[in-house]
């Protein structure tokens, strides 16, 4: 009888689904240069800036590290889109693909905000201005 595996924890699903979001705003800044058509140290620097944008802007608001410094695998999941844009833009990626991977991020983040706020236990959902 083979061993049983572990069953995944809620907090492996939410960092599947950052890392999701990633990927996917990284493949729709890649797309941008595939319109434009640019070289591929454009899609680079475009799947890159998409990819991780918000969360190094917020990082830098809250005063908190900035998460893809200390997580290189984040870079290589942006150079990763960015490449793969590069070699199927043609095929794959054509019409409408930008549209869809945008949504597909923010439902992405979308949810891994709601879960990650539902595991806080916090039960405001819009912050008071008057709260200190």
């Known amino acids: 009888m083979s ?9 492996t699903a939410l960092e599947l689904i950052d ?3 990633i990927a996917v705003f990284a493949v729709s800044g890649a797309l941008l240069a595939a319109e434009r058509k640019q ?9 890159v800036v998409t990819g991780v944008g918000g969360g190094t802007l917020r990082d830098l608001l809250i005063g908190a590290p900035v998460f893809w410094v200390r997580e290189n695998g984040v870079l290589l999941i ?10 199927l833009r043609g095929r794959w990626f054509a019409g409408q693909a930008l549209l869809w991977f945008d949504a597909a991020g923010l ?21 008071s201005p008057w709260a200190c």
């Open 3 to 11: 061993p049983a595996l572990p069953a995944p924890s809620l907090g």
């Open 19 to 21: 890392l999701f979001g």
């Open 39 to 47: 070289t591929l140290v454009t899609f680079l620097f475009f799947a």
């Open 78 to 87: 942006c150079f990763a889109a960015a490449v793969a844009v590069w070699l």
């Open 107 to 127: 439902g992405a983040y979308a949810t891994y905000g709601a879960a990650k706020r539902w595991l806080s236990g916090s039960r405001r959902y819009l912050p």
